[in-house]
């Protein structure tokens, strides 16, 4: 069950937006932001709020990578496999990561830390090869800066607890 103030503020949202359509993927993300994912709880609120049925909310959400169905890290890691990242290096900086972690593409290291993805372009292409981390954009990473930037992400989550 999500807060009132949440609520009130995503129905405020809707409100603005020219259809409900418009703010789903919004909404998803901060009902995704509270339940650190889209659970199926979620997915009814969704569309309560929306004024949409279930399956029209879980329709929206499978098109969106970066909505999650399923549990996931605190941190879920995007790398891009889209032709100029691939170009670049993505895919061994993917094994590298996995090597790193010690889990497969589309798993979560066992400390919930971290999931790693693959997804498409990130729309970073000039600076390939390219990772997301939650709102944060990474490029040119190199196997050496990844390790760095994985890093800095644990030391951010034992700060905030
Ligand atoms: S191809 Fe990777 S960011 Fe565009």
Redesign the pocket.
Known sequence: MIPETLKTELTARIAAAVTPREAAVDVMKELQRHYGWLTDEAVEEAALLLGLSPLQVEELATFYEMIYRRPVGKRVIHV?D????WAMG?EPLMAHLARQLGIEPGQTTPDGVFTLLPCC?????GE???MLIGDTLFGRVTPESAAGILDTERKTITTAG
């Not at 889209?82 to 990242?85: D, F, H, L, M, Y």
């Not at 372009?121 to 292409?125: D, K």
Request: charged share 0%.
């Open positions: 891009c889209s032709i100029s990242c993505g372009c990130l729309g970073n292409c390939a090869p390219a």
